[in-house]
């Protein structure tokens, strides 16, 4: 059975730096095109970052440069670093695996998804 745990979600002043982790079960995240969504209150889940099983990255436009997706297949575990925190990273951040064609950054392409992890940025 497939199972995805984030963990590494906290309360951080602006400026700050937050590594989540996410730990997966069940199947092998090498094979696995893997990404990073959060969703904030009242608004739209929105991808953040992605990494094929190639290694690979994408990253939404509103945090690249500061947000870094990686993995560690040999533990299957993925990471998103994310330095210089914002305000408006508040959110739930889920990792996801990929499970049809389609662009990476919609949800309803991927098919496998962990409970969260709940980062939150204070100015």
């Known amino acids: 059975q497939v199972q995805l745990v984030e963990s590494g979600g906290e309360s951080v002043q602006a400026g700050g730096s937050l590594r989540l982790s996410c730990a997966a079960s069940g199947y092998a995240i090498s094979t696995y095109f893997m990404a990073w969504f959060r969703q904030a209150p009242g608004k739209e889940r929105e991808g953040v970052a992605a990494i094929e099983s190639g290694g690979g990255t994408s990253y939404a436009d509103s945090v690249k440069g500061r947000f870094t997706v990686s993995k560690d297949n040999a533990n299957n575990i993925l990471y998103l670093q994310m330095n210089s925190l914002k305000p408006e990273d508040t959110g739930m951040y889920y990792c996801?695996?990929?499970?049809?064609?389609?662009?990476?950054?919609?949800?309803?392409?991927?098919?496998?998804w962990g409970r969260g992890t709940q980062v939150t940025v204070s100015s």
């Open positions: 996801a695996a990929k499970s049809r064609w389609g662009m990476w950054s919609d949800p309803q392409n991927f098919g496998a």
